[in-house]
């Protein structure tokens, strides 16, 4: 079913403009909504988290990568409704040598701790409201047939050799290294070892008759792509750094490991003496997903994001498109790349003990309240550092004392008696100010208000296109503030109901705050969905109403008829986010002494 925003069934425009005099200058506003959804329409799109291993126990690094693919692909469904545009897959990855390792010092069974961790993960993701459509395990059968399939193609394009391979191999990575990459540490006992320069893990020489990819092949075709593809790699530096990277030669990757070695993993079809290489195996699971090898999967592929870690970027950008290319296939669209968390300025490891438990902190925190941390402070570009008395101070400030202070300000008994939306009153707060004076009551720093919060979806929108959640948050703080600030300017707490002169300011006053609100609790769907909903439900904003082609903000300002305009609040369910009180933020200082 197509649904129409409102004002195209009043025959109206999509987008209202009005015209503004603010100062010396004329300006154009629009309503706030994304209006039409021109430009996505209703094109499929395919989000994917990178798939986690299961050697150990899901931390907020982990939870942080599939949030922010949860926060985009919430989003997107804003835009584009239909339940069948958008597809959203995570998982875990089982196959490998460090799995196998983790399994035989924890004396389990490979499979038995794949089962184990991985379970945990699907818990903790449906814990933390991560809209999945597609949860893949690498060792089901489904994903095998793929991955031998992917295989064969390669094969059959004489992409694939049998040679020599040499070198470093770290096996907590999962790669082989360059000996420019290898640095020598003193280990535990004393003695000098080799770890990777990058990541720090042990590595070991490795000297094997493997299956060769012809990467080598693809360095051109790779600048090409992405010369050619500005964005495909988001944000920038990210891009050019790959770019950096293939200014150097590209070798030719070994594709598989001996099954005596490696037994825990694909076999190389035809031939069982040589295991699929574990990341090969990995990338293949975002086609399993959608179908591959049979050809539904063309209908996403490659309109697909995939959202993944600054130290997984050299797989994703570098690996995946070049093993697409030999198959015949595209690269995906797009690639948004994050950075990590540490913990106290340090990384957090399990030797280090320092490792922070994701579901400690949903409870101690709510399931809204840490997805806001994360996605408000996480910034893509460069690491974070996480402690806990920074998550009480944000959520304290920001969603407790700014978002639910403002909601009770408009919505109490006292100052809004009748529990409804309030007319507005267009000649105490006409569009054009030019004619100010009696009886105007609006004043240019509500005009400011009024142009900052009908911009603000399309400055969200262009935030998460670019892959800054985080500004995106900043910006619609900054309007929370600045809705305060109009509220607290005119202090509607001051003004009678009962008297001719005040109520049509008043009633103003709470429709213009009460509008804001109904376009925070929108644009905070994606972050903070039960918080947004609870808001919404509150406003009295129906299922229908809460999309982003719906989302016309303050529409009785550009002489648009309202459809909230008279309408019963929803009921009262109390605080929107109570305050983590010095209580509570004691017993966190507790816990972590
Ligand atoms: N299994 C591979 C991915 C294969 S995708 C085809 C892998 N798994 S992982 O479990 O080690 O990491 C999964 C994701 O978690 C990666 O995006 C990684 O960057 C992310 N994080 C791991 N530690 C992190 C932090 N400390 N902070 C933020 N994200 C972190 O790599």
Request: net charge neutral.
């Amino acid at each position: 079913m197509v649904r129409i925003p409102v004002f195209r069934l009043l025959g109206l425009t999509g987008v209202s403009r009005v015209s503004l005099l603010e100062g010396s200058g004329s300006r154009h506003y629009s309503s706030g909504s994304l209006g039409a959804r021109d430009a996505i329409c209703d094109a499929r799109a395919y989000f994917t988290t990178p798939i986690f291993y299961v050697n150990a126990a899901p931390h907020i690094g982990h939870l942080y990568s599939a949030l922010l693919a949860d926060a985009l692909c919430r989003h997107r469904r804003l835009r584009v409704p239909s339940p069948a545009a958008t597809r959203f897959s995570t998982g875990t990855d089982e196959h490998g040598l460090k799995i196998q390792q983790a399994a035989a010092s924890a004396g389990l069974a490979p499979t038995e701790l794949c089962d184990r961790v991985s379970a945990q993960f699907q818990q903790l993701f449906q814990e933390a409201g991560i809209s999945f459509t597609d949860f893949i395990r690498t060792t089901e059968a489904r994903h095998r047939v793929a991955v031998q399939h992917f295989w064969g193609v390669l094969k059959a394009r004489g992409l694939l050799y049998k040679g020599l391979y040499e070198g470093w191999y770290c096996a907590s990575d999962e790669c082989f290294l360059p000996e420019a990459r290898v640095t020598w540490q003193l280990g535990p006992s004393g003695d000098s070892c080799p770890v990777s320069v990058e990541s720090g893990h042990p590595v070991s020489w490795t000297k094997e008759e493997n299956y060769i990819f012809r990467l080598s092949q693809f360095r051109e075709p790779l600048q090409r792509w992405l010369r050619g593809n500005p964005q495909a790699i988001t944000p920038e530096p990210f891009h050019h750094a790959v770019l950096q990277w293939l200014e150097d030669e590209l070798p030719d990757l070994s594709v598989s490991r001996r099954s005596s070695h490696l037994h825990w993993g694909i076999p190389v079809p035809g031939d069982d003496s040589q295991t699929i290489y574990v990341w090969l195996d990995a990338l293949v699971n975002y086609l399993t997903v959608i179908g591959y090898p049979s050809a539904e999967f063309k209908s996403w592929w490659p309109a697909t994001s995939h959202i993944i870690g600054k130290d997984i970027l050299k797989f994703h950008a570098i690996y995946w498109p070049a093993l697409l290319l030999g198959a015949g296939m595209s690269p995906p669209h797009r690639i948004y790349v994050h950075s990590h968390w540490t913990v106290c300025g340090q990384k957090m490891s399990k030797s280090l003990g320092n490792v922070v438990d994701p579901k400690t902190c949903l409870d101690r925190y709510t399931v809204d309240g840490f997805r806001y941390f994360l996605l408000r402070q996480g910034v893509p570009n460069w690491d974070c550092d996480y402690y806990d008395e920074k998550v009480v101070k944000l959520l304290d400030s920001e969603l407790a004392d700014a978002l639910g202070g403002l909601l009770n300000r408009c919505t109490a008994n006292r100052i809004n008696p009748s529990g409804t939306y309030p007319s507005f009153c267009t000649t105490c707060f006409p569009s054009e100010p030019g004619l100010l004076g009696p009886p105007v009551r609006a004043q240019a720093e509500d005009y400011a208000l009024v142009s900052a919060v009908a911009t603000l979806p399309k400055q969200v929108a262009d935030h998460y296109d670019n892959f800054q959640i985080y500004k995106a948050l900043e910006a619609l703080s900054s309007c929370v503030r600045q809705t305060n600030g109009f509220v607290q300017r005119h202090a509607p707490w001051k003004l009678n109901w009962e008297s001719p002169v005040d109520a049509p300011w008043l009633g103003t006053v709470l429709h213009v705050a009460l509008e804001c609100l109904r376009v925070f609790g929108t644009l905070l769907q994606p972050v903070t969905p039960s918080l947004a909903d609870k808001l919404l439900s509150r406003l009295g904003v129906s299922a229908t109403e809460r999309g982003l082609g719906e989302l016309y903000f303050l529409p009785r300002f550009y002489g648009h008829p309202c459809p909230f305009e008279g309408r019963k609040l929803g009921p009262e369910t109390g605080l929107l986010f109570p305050r983590l009180d010095q209580s509570r933020a004691w017993l966190v200082k507790a816990h972590r002494t």
